[in-house]
């Protein structure tokens, strides 16, 4: 039967089978390109990013985790939060106090009756919060305070309301798995010596 019959057989059937059928074979479609790629790919660098449990809650790859919220805001929290961080230029540069934060940021949603707060880190949940609350609990419940039910960084129940809104990443990349802040400042000051070094020579 030549491909054309073969077509016009297909088109006979009822368009819902159709359907489906082009569903499963584009599904099947993607299936075997990931399965060629995972093939070709280095498995040495697979296996560097492999993503794995942050403790509690979250992805984690080689030495870094994830964590996002989606937290509800009091009346006028979204304005209160604004104006500080407007008078701050939108730098955060003092939450650098914990030691093992890569990035976070604030992000309003839904008319500004939600905040975003995303933020990866070196290590696991748990001694994460701990570091909040023991390094920058002021700032934390400044920033937070603004948010429906916040218990207080310190409270015994801030581990369960973070949980209660961290939507979990269903995915994780990391450029450098295995690069934690504590290694990524070092790297700079054994850059900063070599260049001082190679400067003095000239």
């Known amino acids: 039967m030549s491909e054309n019959a073969l077509h016009a ?11 489906k059928v082009d569903a499963a074979l584009s599904d099947a479609k993607i299936a075997l390109k990931l399965k060629a790629a995972e093939i070709l790919a280095d498995k040495e660098e697979m296996a560097e990013h492999a993503v794995t449990t942050a403790g509690r809650i979250g992805a984690k790859s080689g030495e870094v985790s994830e964590l996002t919220t989606i937290l509800p805001l009091k009346p006028n929290g979204a304005e209160r939060l604004r104006k500080f961080f407007g008078l701050v230029g939108g730098n955060l540069a003092g939450a650098g106090q914990v030691g093992t934060l890569h990035n976070m940021r604030f992000v309003f949603l839904e008319n500004d ?4 707060f995303a933020t990866a880190f070196d290590g696991e949940w ?8 023991t390094k920058i609990p002021e700032f934390m419940d400044y920033l937070f305070s603004n948010v429906e039910g916040w218990p207080g960084i310190t409270s015994p129940d801030v ?3 973070i949980v209660k809104y961290q939507v979990p990443a269903e ?17 700079k000051r054994q850059e900063a010596a070599v260049q001082r070094f190679l400067s003095d020579l000239n």
């Open 9 to 19: 057989k297909f088109q006979e059937f009822p368009e819902v089978v159709r359907e």
């Open 159 to 161: 581990k369960d309301f």
């Open 171 to 187: 995915a994780w990349f990391v450029a450098h798995p295995n690069l934690t802040v504590a290694e990524g400042h070092r790297l």
């Open 126 to 133: 748990d001694p994460y919060i701990d570091d909040f609350a």
């Open 113 to 116: 009756t939600k905040l975003l």
